[in-house]
Each structure stands twice: as C-alpha cells, then as structure tokens.
C-alpha cells in the first residue's frame, strides 16, 4: 500500500475547492457560456443580421411595384401590428429561391417604410 504524505488531503480538498470556485466565477462574471447557451446567442445574432439585410432589400423592392402609391397608401391605413403581415403577403422581401420573409424583417421594412 502507498504512504500519502500527511498533507495530501488537504491538497485534494484544496484543488477541489479551487475548481468549484473558478467554475463558479467564470460562469457567472467572466463570460463563459455552455455550448446551448453559445448556440441560443448565436441563433439571436443571425436573426437580427438578417433583418438587417433583408429589411432594406423588402423596402426596395415595395418601391419598385407599380403599384407603389397605392401600396403605400394601403401600408399607411393598415394598423401598425398587422403591416408585416400585409408586408409579407405582398411577397416584396421574398428572395428568389429563398425563404418567404421573416415576421421581425416585414416589420423592419414597414419601419424603412412608414418611418416612427
């Protein structure tokens, strides 16, 4: 059997002690993140990267329907929780081959639109 120095446990504890507490400080202060929470952080990211992008690509194109005026016109009665449906069903943020337009983007566009 080996003979552990008297000191040996305390070490152990010690070591133990220590990583707890680092686990604790570098989750809660410094930053660090478990891999769901990096991913939830990055989902969010690339949703408002492309709102940012598609809303001013929706805002062009509404602008360059021939039926601008009255579009607008009808963009401008329509209430202001509803517009990215009307936004969305106009099919003026539809890339070719992509996806239809996300709720936040129609939103955005109607805000490039009918400014605050």
Not at 71 to 98: F, P, Q
Request: glycine share 8%; hydrophobic share 50%; with cysteine.
């Amino acid at each position: 059997m080996i003979q552990w120095p008297a000191q040996t446990e305390s070490v152990l504890w010690g070591a133990v002690a220590g990583a707890v507490i680092l686990s604790v400080v570098g989750f809660s202060f410094s930053g660090w993140h478990t891999a769901s929470q990096t991913d939830a952080i990055a989902s969010v990211k690339v949703a408002t990267a492309l709102t940012a992008a598609m809303a001013p690509v929706c805002a062009t194109a509404f602008k360059q329907d021939g039926k601008y005026a009255a579009n607008l016109v009808e963009l401008k009665k329509t209430d202001e929780w509803s517009r990215s449906n009307l936004i969305e069903k106009g099919g003026w943020g539809k890339v070719a081959g992509g996806q239809d337009l996300s709720p936040e983007a129609a939103r955005a566009c109607a805000l490039l639109l009918i400014p605050a």
